[in-house]
Nanobody, 118 residues
Framework: QVQLVESGGGLVQAGGSLRLSCAASGSIFSPNAMGWYRQAPGKQRELVATITSDGTTNYANSVKGRFTISRDNAKNTVYLQMNSLKPEDTAVYYC????????????WGQGTQVTVSS
């Protein structure tokens, strides 16, 4: 089994910054992709950013240039640095870990709330 524990959410004013962290523990597999997804009230969960175990990144167009994803493979931890936050970034942010290439093994964290006030 795999456990994902997120931290770093909170309330911030528009234009501010937050850094999310997600630590994975348990039976970690490789290769894998770790990433962040978000879900706003009344909306579907959507991709924010992912990073593979070899460092390949992918971002949603809405966060490119503002958010940066990174990971520490030795600590099995993924980070999301969020700058220039906007009210529309308000959502519950979920950490994800999935096996590559098929995603057969797929795990989610419990989510952390990010609220951006205008």
């Amino acid at each position: 089994q795999v456990q994902l524990v997120e931290s770093g959410g909170g309330l911030v004013q528009a234009g501010g910054s937050l850094r999310l962290s997600c630590a994975a523990s348990g039976s970690i597999f490789s290769p894998n992709a770790m990433g962040w997804y978000r879900q706003a009230p009344g909306k579907q969960r959507e991709l924010v950013a992912t990073i593979t175990s070899d460092g390949t990144t992918n971002y949603a167009n809405s966060v490119k240039g503002r958010f940066t994803i990174s990971r520490d493979n030795a600590k099995n931890t993924v980070y999301l640095q969020m700058n220039s936050l906007k009210p529309e970034d308000t959502a519950v942010y979920y950490c994800n870990l999935r096996s590559l290439p098929t995603g057969f093994r797929n795990y989610w964290g419990q989510g952390t709330q990010v609220t951006v006030s205008s």
